[in-house]
């Protein structure tokens, strides 16, 4: 009696483990799939599209400025907040040049080169992209616009827009997770990796205690890493 609720046991474990793989899955492939651009230290999705108006929203919900597209003919409008910032194509149809005028009457040139964008100020200088942060507090140099010219081309534009996350680091987690799951969890993983390393220079070749207690030693540190890559991937 008891082997046969032992082995019911073991049964519904390994269902639980396939049904939790299959749901991780589902959401990975959801996850990953979504298309993202940042403005302000924060991360935007598609909330919603009608007509010429595509609607952004903070990515996971939560407080965030209103972020909106308007496309036309001749030009995209983002409004942030109230505020409407007009990019232009200089070369008739397609993006590869731009021009990006800021409610303060300022406008930028932006130059498409292997996918990425150099941006000019009115007088021909070129314009950083990297924004300055302090305390997640954004730091303006003298005479300096609030968002700069090449996060706007990225909300504008949704082929500027990038996939969510991570999805090699994903994909790395995953291996290493049950890699480290089996060698703590399993003597016989831990023999067998014991034989592919040693096997060929060692006769009748058998673990030590202290190896095997290494072994779930290292198996805890590949674990702890697969963890933070998944968090990294997100």
């Given at each position: 009696?008891?082997?046969?609720?032992?082995?019911?046991f073991?049964?519904?474990?390994?269902?639980?483990?396939?049904?939790?793989?299959?749901?991780?899955?589902?959401?990975?492939?959801r996850?990953y799939?979504?298309?993202?651009?940042?403005?302000?230290?924060?991360?935007?999705?598609?909330?919603?599209?009608?007509?010429?108006?595509?609607?952004?929203?903070?990515?996971?919900?939560?407080?965030?400025?209103?972020?909106?597209?308007?496309?036309?003919?001749?030009?995209?409008?983002?409004?942030?907040?109230?505020?409407?910032?007009?990019?232009?194509?200089m070369q008739?149809?397609?993006n590869?040049?731009?021009?990006?005028?800021?409610?303060?009457?300022?406008?930028?040139?932006?130059?498409?080169?292997?996918?990425?964008?150099?941006?000019?100020?009115?007088?021909?200088?070129?314009?950083?992209?990297?924004?300055?942060?302090?305390?997640?507090?954004?730091?303006?140099?003298?005479?300096?616009?609030?968002?700069?010219?090449n996060?706007?081309?990225?909300?504008?534009?949704?082929?500027?827009?990038?996939?969510?996350?991570?999805?090699?680091?994903?994909?790395?987690?995953?291996?290493?997770?049950?890699?480290?799951?089996?060698?703590f969890?399993?003597?016989?993983?831990?023999?067998?990796?014991?034989?592919?390393?040693?096997?060929?220079n060692?006769?009748?070749?058998?673990?030590?205690?202290?190896y095997?207690?290494?072994?779930?030693?290292?198996?805890?540190?590949v674990?702890?890493?697969?963890?933070?890559?998944?968090?990294?991937?997100?």
């Amino acid at each position: 009696m008891e082997t046969h609720f032992t082995n019911i046991f073991k049964a519904m474990k390994w269902i639980a483990i396939i049904i939790l793989a299959v749901l991780l899955l589902i959401w990975a492939v959801r996850y990953y799939s979504i298309q993202v651009f940042y403005l302000d230290n924060t991360k935007y999705t598609k909330q919603s599209e009608m007509g010429n108006i595509i609607t952004y929203r903070a990515f996971g919900g939560g407080v965030s400025v209103p972020v909106s597209v308007t496309s036309y003919e001749d030009r995209k409008e983002v409004m942030i907040k109230s505020d409407i910032y007009t990019i232009r194509s200089m070369q008739g149809k397609g993006n590869s040049n731009l021009s990006i005028t800021y409610p303060s009457g300022k406008t930028y040139t932006a130059e498409q080169f292997s996918g990425m964008f150099m941006v000019y100020d009115e007088q021909g200088e070129w314009v950083s992209p990297v924004s300055m942060y302090m305390n997640d507090k954004r730091i303006l140099s003298p005479g300096e616009e609030y968002y700069s010219a090449n996060d706007l081309i990225r909300a504008a534009y949704e082929e500027q827009h990038t996939t969510n996350g991570s999805v090699l680091y994903f994909i790395l987690a995953i291996p290493l997770f049950v890699y480290g799951w089996c060698a703590f969890r399993f003597e016989l993983f831990q023999r067998f990796i014991f034989k592919l390393s040693y096997g060929l220079n060692v006769e009748n070749p058998e673990p030590t205690d202290f190896y095997l207690f290494m072994a779930k030693v290292g198996a805890c540190l590949v674990m702890a890493a697969s963890v933070l890559l998944f968090f990294k991937s997100l």
